[in-house]
């Protein structure tokens, strides 16, 4: 039996649930959501509170060039690499409250838990900045920086309201002429783990409380043009029509089925649509929709978009219209890596806690993080499968298992050793 089995650490499960509801308050909201989008002050707020509490156990706090807040400690063996833990503050508007916050704070614990052991491997934890997106930035901007894999001249763009990405970096200590120095090189990493909740509902269908996750659903984004022809609703023959959103709500069927009927996709989405003239007594003359495929394989993102393409074809020559489909920004899927993987199963097991195996349809930070490094992540239940909304819940035991599971992983992947200093 290790000194871990021994010894068998357990998170503080009144403190973890305490800095929760702490945080949740920064940024609450009336229909009893968290708005915290990044950059805005109460992000700040947000991060103060956490750099305070990476002090508090016994981390040494920087901010790093792309905004990501960092708490380090150094372990006893120099050169076997770094172990990293993380997720997010931000929010989206009116979300919820434990959407990346219980990875970051759970971390923070787990560090805590272990303030007065000695690891081998150095150990950070890591609020990455802008996971969200939140105003019209690329999203998941410091996981980037901090994979070393932002694009160039990103510190020149401005977000959708104007305000340079040097100066929202600046607002929250980040440096904008300095992002080069934000990325880890390739090997500097030993491994990463994320918490999360599962923001679906398998886990609580299943009745299981920990989820290893395998993979991370790539996606890609897609503009999709509808032309036809504008004309007056009242003298214009039905037959005589070139109705762009007659064919466009056509093709949003089409979409649906990809995934849902042919199976071409794990997940299809049309998720805007913007008409024009826009008025209710002219025939519309172009759509344009905002398409999303997802999947944990390249190969069926690619035939998703081939099969679009050619079913938008098809509609275009049956309704007199010509379409365009443009695919746009696309994340690549990524597997979590095996011995991550095995971690997380027997840290649950020794716990006694049931684990299921299952893809994340939702991106995270450990995407990016994983050009760098080997990645693992941990699921809890969803209740309902709702996330990014008021109505995000995790069952506090829950969270703390999940908490528990996590140092239960760090321990194994650092050896089992736990010696007191």
């Not at 039905?238 to 069927?253: G, P």
């Not at 010509?322 to 920004?329: D, R, T």
């Not at 140092?407 to 050896?415: E, K, N, Q």
Request: with cysteine; glycine share 14%.
């Amino acid at each position: 039996m290790t000194a871990a089995e021994q010894v068998r650490p357990g998170v503080d499960a009144g403190r973890l649930l305490t800095h929760l509801t702490r945080l949740a308050a920064i940024g609450a909201t009336p229909e009893g959501g968290v708005t915290r989008l990044a950059f805005s002050p109460e992000d700040v707020a947000g991060r103060a509170y956490v750099a305070g509490l990476m002090r508090e156990a016994g981390l040494a706090v920087r901010v790093d060039a792309a905004g990501n807040l960092i708490g380090a400690r150094p372990g006893t063996a120099p050169g076997t690499g770094t172990l990293v833990l993380g997720s997010h503050l931000d929010t989206v508007v009116n979300g919820g409250a434990l959407d990346g916050a219980y990875g970051v704070l759970a971390a923070v614990e787990v560090a805590r838990t272990l303030a007065g052991h000695d690891l081998a491997h150095d150990l950070a934890v890591v609020a990455f900045c802008d996971e969200e997106g939140g105003h019209g930035t690329m999203g998941m901007l410091g996981a980037h920086g901090f994979a070393g894999a932002l694009p160039p001249g990103i510190a020149k763009t401005q977000d959708e309201r104007g305000v340079p990405i040097r100066d929202l970096l600046a607002a929250v200590g980040g440096d904008a002429a300095r992002l080069a120095g934000a990325a880890w090189p390739p090997g500097e990493i030993a491994a990463y783990l994320e918490l999360h909740i599962e923001q679906g509902d398998v886990l609580e269908r299943r009745g299981v409380p920990i989820g290893v996750v395998d993979s991370i659903a790539g996606r890609v984004n897609v503009a999709v043009t509808v032309e036809g022809a504008a004309g007056h609703a009242g003298t214009t023959p039905m037959d005589h029509r070139a109705d762009a959103l007659a064919a466009a709500a056509r093709v949003v069927l089409a979409v649906r089925a990809i995934a849902a009927e042919e199976r071409v996709v794990l997940r299809a989405t049309t998720g805007t649509c913007a008409v024009e003239p826009g008025m209710w007594n002219v025939i519309p003359g172009r759509v344009r929709l905002g398409v999303e495929f997802r999947d944990v394989t390249a190969g069926r993102l690619d035939g998703a978009l081939a099969r679009l393409s050619a079913v938008a074809a098809e509609i275009a020559a049956a309704c007199g219209v010509s379409i365009a489909v443009e695919p746009g920004a696309r994340t690549t899927p990524v597997d979590c890596d095996p011995r991550l993987r095995d971690l997380v199963a027997e840290a649950a097991g020794a716990r006694g806690l049931d684990w299921h195996r299952l893809p994340s349809g939702a991106g995270h930070d450990a995407q990016i993080v994983a050009r760098v490094a080997p990645i693992g992540m941990i699921f809890v239940p969803s209740r309902g499968g709702i996330s990014h909304a008021p109505g995000e819940h995790t069952a506090p035991h829950h969270l703390v298992w999940g908490a528990d599971v996590l140092l239960g992983a760090v321990l194994r992947f650092d050896g089992g050793g736990i010696a007191r200093r």
